[in-house]
């Protein structure tokens, strides 16, 4: 296991004072001594769960990828066993742990650290300076108050409040549960969740985050709302105000989240429902997947849809011999084919690589700037799938008609050495076989 070297922590926020308290006179017992008692129970506490604990865990101190839930079990001996809801579990199967080592330590405060590397715990926070996961996350949570039901700890990075709640079940099982919940909801691609009184909370396409616009503009004032899952429903890290009436805790019942604790400002108990929603031009990933019929300057040619990473994107096989990435939108029920790299071509004896450029056939122009490129929109009437391609508007003065493979024997498009590879002209309509 990958040993973590940890910078020793010299001093905390007041509010986790709940070990060590500042005024030493009001304390029969010496600081130290107190500090050494508040180890000891953590401690006990952590490995008092017969069957673990369930964890919400909220990264970065803006929660801007909302939340995500763990379940862990420790061991008097310094091993932590962890499964969750984030990677490495992308395939649903919650029976894929991670067996690392932990510790408490003190300085000012006592500190549950993970201080072996867990492909869970440390996808939020990893130490790797080379990492790409860099979503300013904890792997110190410091000890703020606990008994056998519940464990409350923080962020040292970013104070968030992490919350343990100990399980009735084994780990995987209890994670298996908000896998099935979390995919099931997922894959129903909502838009958002709609209040009956109309309020509606929009969900972020890719992490676990609601945002709410008070006055109903949604070119105005909004809240973000993160959240994370539980194995019947789903949690807001504190409770919001919506239209009125406050609410932290759901149940999935029936396709909606029933909320469990609304209340209205004079404390009395409220019944909300949020039931997901989709845009009019929703159209779910799925139905792109299989054969299509590629218009291609009036040329027919049969082309297939894969799924690359699901709900966002696609393998698009074969265009002028080449496997395109295209984008998906569960907003609008929109496609997207804009420049990207595609591979190494080899013509003769020189070795290419290879780009999928936006070209102007009328202005003779090529660009091979990020984002340029085609939007596709469905123009088919009932349950016939016709995409129309057309310029997406981010190139200026040229229009983006045809494509054009490049290729440059440098991996950096626009220096050194290019050839035109393939061209292919007006891009007309993808029609679903």
Same mark, same amino acid.
């Given at each position: 296991?990958?040993?973590?070297?940890?910078?020793?922590?010299?001093?905390l926020?007041?509010?986790?004072?709940?070990?060590?308290?500042?005024?030493?006179?009001?304390?029969d017992?010496?600081?130290s001594?107190?500090?050494?008692?508040?180890?000891?129970d953590c401690?006990?506490?952590l490995?008092?769960?017969?069957h673990?604990?369930?964890?919400?865990?909220y990264?970065?101190s803006?929660?801007?990828?909302?939340?995500?839930?763990?379940?862990?079990k420790?061991?008097?001996?310094?091993?932590v066993?962890?499964?969750g809801?984030?990677?490495? =579990?992308?395939t649903?199967?919650?029976?894929k742990?991670?067996?690392?080592h932990?510790?408490i330590?003190?300085?000012?405060?006592?500190?549950?650290?993970?201080d072996?590397?867990?492909?869970?715990?440390?996808?939020?926070?990893?130490?790797?300076?080379?990492? $790409?996961?860099?979503?300013e996350?904890?792997f110190?949570?410091?000890?703020?108050?606990?008994?056998?039901?519940q464990?409350?700890?923080?962020?040292?990075?970013?104070?968030?409040?992490?919350?343990?709640?100990?399980?009735?079940?084994?780990?995987v099982?209890?994670?298996?549960?908000?896998?099935?919940?979390?995919?099931?909801?997922?894959?129903?691609?909502?838009?958002?969740?709609?209040?009956?009184?109309?309020?509606?909370?929009?969900?972020d396409?890719?992490?676990?985050?609601?945002?709410?616009?008070?006055?109903?503009?949604?070119?105005?004032?909004?809240? $973000?709302i993160?959240?994370?899952?539980?194995?019947?429903?789903?949690t807001?890290?504190e409770?919001?105000?919506?239209?009125?009436?406050?609410?932290?805790?759901? =149940?999935?019942?029936?396709?909606?989240?029933?909320?469990?604790?609304?209340?209205?400002?004079?404390?009395?108990a409220?019944?909300?429902?949020?039931?997901?929603?989709?845009?009019?031009?929703?159209i779910?990933?799925?139905?792109?997947?299989?054969?299509?019929?590629? =218009?291609?300057?009036?040329?027919?040619?049969?082309?297939?849809?894969?799924?690359?990473?699901?709900?966002?994107?696609?393998?698009?096989?074969k265009?002028?011999g080449?496997?395109?990435?295209?984008?998906y939108?569960?907003?609008?029920g929109?496609?997207?084919?804009?420049?990207q790299?595609?591979?190494?071509?080899?013509?003769?004896?020189?070795?290419?690589?290879?780009?999928?450029?936006?070209?102007?056939?009328?202005?003779?122009?090529?660009?091979w700037?990020?984002?340029n490129g085609?939007?596709?929109?469905?123009i088919?009437?009932?349950d016939?799938?016709?995409?129309?391609?057309?310029d =997406?508007?981010?190139?200026?003065?040229?229009?983006?008609?045809?494509?054009?493979?490049?290729?440059w024997?440098n991996?950096?498009?626009?220096?050194?050495?290019?050839?035109?590879?393939?061209?292919?002209?007006?891009? $007309?309509?993808?029609?679903?076989?």
């Amino acid at each position: 296991m990958k040993k973590l070297f940890l910078i020793p922590i010299l001093a905390l926020a007041l509010t986790l004072s709940a070990c060590v308290n500042k005024v030493e006179e009001v304390f029969d017992v010496p600081a130290s001594e107190r500090l050494e008692q508040c180890m000891i129970d953590c401690q006990k506490l952590l490995t008092s769960a017969e069957h673990g604990w369930m964890i919400q865990y909220y990264p970065s101190s803006s929660k801007a990828y909302g939340g995500s839930t763990y379940a862990a079990k420790f061991e008097a001996n310094g091993d932590v066993t962890v499964t969750g809801d984030v990677a490495p =579990n992308v395939t649903g199967d919650a029976s894929k742990t991670i067996t690392s080592h932990y510790s408490i330590n003190a300085s000012s405060s006592v500190v549950l650290t993970f201080d072996t590397f867990n492909d869970y715990i440390h996808y939020w926070a990893d130490p790797d300076p080379y990492s $790409k996961n860099k979503f300013e996350g904890d792997f110190e949570w410091a000890y703020v108050e606990g008994n056998a039901k519940q464990m409350v700890f923080r962020g040292i990075r970013t104070d968030n409040k992490i919350v343990f709640t100990a399980l009735d079940t084994d780990i995987v099982s209890a994670i298996q549960q908000v896998v099935d919940l979390k995919y099931s909801v997922n894959d129903r691609l909502y838009m958002g969740f709609r209040m009956a009184d109309g309020a509606e909370l929009y969900d972020d396409a890719i992490y676990s985050v609601l945002t709410y616009y008070p006055d109903g503009n949604t070119q105005g004032a909004y809240e $973000k709302i993160p959240y994370a899952y539980t194995p019947t429903g789903i949690t807001f890290y504190e409770p919001a105000t919506i239209n009125g009436v406050t609410v932290q805790n759901f =149940n999935w019942v029936e396709g909606s989240f029933v909320a469990t604790d609304a209340k209205t400002a004079s404390g009395a108990a409220a019944e909300v429902t949020i039931a997901g929603f989709h845009s009019e031009e929703f159209i779910h990933y799925d139905d792109f997947l299989g054969e299509w019929e590629l =218009n291609q300057n009036g040329t027919i040619t049969t082309v297939t849809m894969k799924e690359k990473v699901r709900y966002q994107s696609y393998t698009l096989s074969k265009i002028g011999g080449f496997d395109v990435e295209v984008g998906y939108s569960k907003t609008d029920g929109s496609l997207s084919l804009t420049y990207q790299y595609v591979g190494r071509y080899k013509s003769g004896s020189t070795n290419y690589y290879a780009y999928l450029c936006p070209w102007d056939a009328n202005a003779g122009y090529l660009c091979w700037t990020a984002g340029n490129g085609f939007v596709l929109n469905n123009i088919g009437e009932g349950d016939q799938l016709v995409m129309e391609f057309k310029d =997406n508007g981010k190139w200026g003065s040229y229009t983006t008609n045809s494509i054009l493979f490049s290729g440059w024997v440098n991996n950096t498009p626009g220096t050194g050495t290019r050839t035109n590879l393939v061209r292919l002209t007006y891009f $007309k309509t993808l029609t679903k076989k």
